[in-house]
């Protein structure tokens, strides 16, 4: 190098150490577009990762009739991905979950006129979705709603049924390789009892959360574990007397399972976001922000680890549009992290899953107050 080169060199160093270095941008949530094929109403409900480059998320669309929506992130932009309806008037997807690129499952329902609704699992071969046959154990209604992968001859699916006397149950069902068989799960309260959502530890350790009504017509948290033999109930908590729904489930370890929902009735607000902890010994209520003067729910939750999982859903105040929700859990305390919002009428969130720590996906449905189409509403934390 030349002097009048080196010297040069030099000063640019001094500069840049004077400057010191850019200033790194700190990760936030933004909105990323979605395509939306209903006319009349678009949502999505689940979200799953394999890749920063493949990205999924399920849900439904309505223009004539109700039908499956799956989508694909490619890295670049979200395409609508085909998908079978076996239902002649409705047909809707929940959950989704990945073993690999090329063995994902997505779990709903379907309906063909008046008949009893049906369950309803998809699976991702690496070129197309197909329906695989599932049971029913229902006279009047069978619904899937999570669904998590332990490997490919391992996939467990929770929803809910309806017997002939008008009663809902429990519902899970698992896949072994071959088949999907029902598995007795039991049913604490005498009147409805739902399950929303599920997550592995191990394949001898597995959690299910939703909702039973006691004997007063109220809905109580409802937690299930399988020990490799049987699902049992375990005993949660409830915020006082006022109903309470679990809606999400997330594994960090076997002595670490959070669950997410809401506590209070929607018809006689406020509603408040519901946070709960397995110790390895017992489920406490952990307390979580409720932005909203009339409104607060979590949906979904994701893990990391012990000290980095997200929950997402929705808040509102009063004579004010319904606002995206995402809360963070640092190790101590549950904080709420800005969001956006595309809609100017309703914003809501339902399922989040991570890419890393540093990059995450949510998703869900927003509309606007012109009486336009519910759209899907896909976000990005990087």
């Known amino acids: 190098m030349k002097r009048g080169s ?14 010191g270095s850019p200033p790194v941008q700190a990760a936030s949530w933004q909105v990323v577009s979605s395509p939306s094929p209903g006319t009349n109403f678009n949502d999505l409900n689940g979200v799953t990762v394999v890749s920063a480059n493949n990205v999924w998320a399920v849900g439904i669309y309505d223009s004539t009739s109700t039908q499956t929506l799956i989508e694909q992130w490619n890295g670049t932009s979200w395409q609508v991905v085909s998908s079978p309806d076996p239902g002649t008037t409705d047909n809707s997807l929940n959950g989704v979950a990945a073993v690999n690129a090329s063995d994902i499952w997505t779990v709903g329902s379907y309906q063909n006129g008046s008949s009893p609704s049906q369950t309803l699992i998809e699976q991702w071969n690496g070129t197309s ?9 229902g006279m009047d209604y069978n619904q899937l709603v999570g669904v998590v992968a332990i490997r490919a001859t391992n996939i467990w699916a929770v929803g809910y049924t309806r017997n002939s006397s008008g009663t809902d149950q429990t519902l899970i069902e698992h896949w072994n390789g071959k088949s999907w068989k029902i598995i007795p799960s039991p049913d604490a309260g005498t009147g409805s009892n739902f399950l929303n959502g599920v997550a592995a530890v191990s394949s001898t350790n597995i959690w299910a959360v939703g909702s039973y009504q006691n004997s007063n017509g109220t809905n109580q948290a409802l937690i299930e574990h399988w020990n490799g033999k049987s699902w049992q109930v375990v005993s949660s908590p409830d915020t ?14 076997a002595s670490s399972i959070w669950a997410v929902g809401y506590s209070g009735a929607p018809s006689s607000p406020p509603t408040q976001t519901l946070t709960e902890h397995w110790n390895g010994k017992s489920w406490k209520i952990v307390p979580s922000p409720d932005p909203g003067t009339i409104q607060n729910s979590l949906i979904g939750v994701t893990a990391i680890s012990g000290s980095n999982l997200w929950a997402v859903g929705a808040y509102a105040n009063n004579n004010t549009a319904g606002q995206t929700l995402i809360e963070h859990w640092n190790g101590k305390s549950w ?22 720590s540093s990059n995450l996906w949510a998703v869900g449905s927003y509309a606007n107050i012109n009486n336009s189409p519910v759209q899907t509403l896909t976000e990005e934390y990087s």
């Open 6 to 19: 080196t010297a040069t060199f030099l000063a640019l160093l001094v500069t840049l150490f004077l400057l």
């Open 129 to 137: 979705w197909q329906v695989v046959s599932s049971p029913d154990v």
């Open 240 to 253: 006082g007397t006022v109903p309470n729904q679990l809606s999400g489930v997330a594994a960090v370890s």
């Open 335 to 356: 904080k709420t992290v800005p969001s956006p919002n595309a809609g100017t009428a309703q914003n809501f969130l339902n399922s989040v899953a991570a890419v890393s």
